[in-house]
């Protein structure tokens, strides 16, 4: 049987020193993460990102409006008109002035008056443009210009064209070529009373057989030269 150990001259064996100055461990340094405000400038910068990228889908979805086939404002129509075809017909061009004009997104309207030959035998002429931005003014064109199928169609300007010669007093012409439309209308010079300072219509006989030839000309021209 094996026993314990004796003790060999009664002396103990020393025990080992314990260390108390030893410092502690250190404790982890904490990991490092991103500033705030470096998460707030990226969700910015990625919001307006988005932003700009669904205004720039949303414009390209947006309804650009009708083709206006080349058509322009013309803010200086009444400067720039030139009638030649019904000058040689009805003689040399004097006075002018600008009619009705309208200025707006869905449509520009502009008017002009202009007198041919000389004042006692003359004839007065007026000429509108229309530019339809928004709507479309086919579905009442005929309707409108062509009450109780009086004016004659006319062939070969712009979509639809009407003419009408209302006896001895004077001619119509319209027509609508896609967004834009035209009215030319010609008649007798006014008389006036110098005494009451009126203006009356002079009753004197005036021969427009064949006008509709040279309004349809200087019509085509006026297309021609209105479109960009």
């Known amino acids: 049987m094996i026993s314990e150990p004796e003790l060999v001259g009664g002396e103990e064996f ?45 414009q390209q979805r947006r309804d650009p409006g009708p083709d206006l086939g080349g058509y322009r ?20 061009p004097g006075q002018d002035g600008d009619g009705e004009s309208i200025k707006d997104p869905a449509l520009f309207r502009v008017g002009c008056s202009i007198t041919f030959g000389p004042p006692d035998k ?19 064109f005929a309707p409108k210009n062509n009450r109780g199928g009086a004016m004659q169609s006319v062939d070969g300007l712009g979509e639809q064209a009407f003419f009408d010669q209302s006896g001895n007093e004077g001619a119509q012409l319209v027509a609508l070529d896609g967004q834009a439309e ?47």
């Not at 003359?122 to 009442?140: C, M, N, R, V």
């Not at 009126?198 to 209105?226: F, K």
């Open 182 to 228: 035209f009215e030319l209308s010609i008649w007798s010079q006014y008389d006036y009373d110098s005494s009451t300072g009126e203006a009356t219509v002079n009753t004197r006989e005036i021969d427009l057989s064949g006008i509709d030839v040279p309004m349809t000309q200087d019509l085509l021209a006026l297309m021609a030269a209105l479109k960009k």
């Open 14 to 58: 020393d025990a080992p020193e314990v260390l108390t100055d030893v410092p502690p461990p250190r404790p982890p340094r904490p990991s490092r993460t991103r500033r705030p405000w470096l998460w707030a400038l990226g969700g910015a910068v990625l919001a307006s990102a988005v932003w700009g990228g669904g205004l720039y889908a949303y």
């Open 122 to 140: 003359g004839y007065s002429a007026s000429i509108t443009y229309t530019l339809h931005k928004k709507s479309d003014p086919g579905p009442e």
């Open 73 to 92: 404002d013309a803010e200086d129509f009444c400067r720039t008109l030139r009638l030649k075809a019904l000058e040689g017909v009805l003689g040399k």
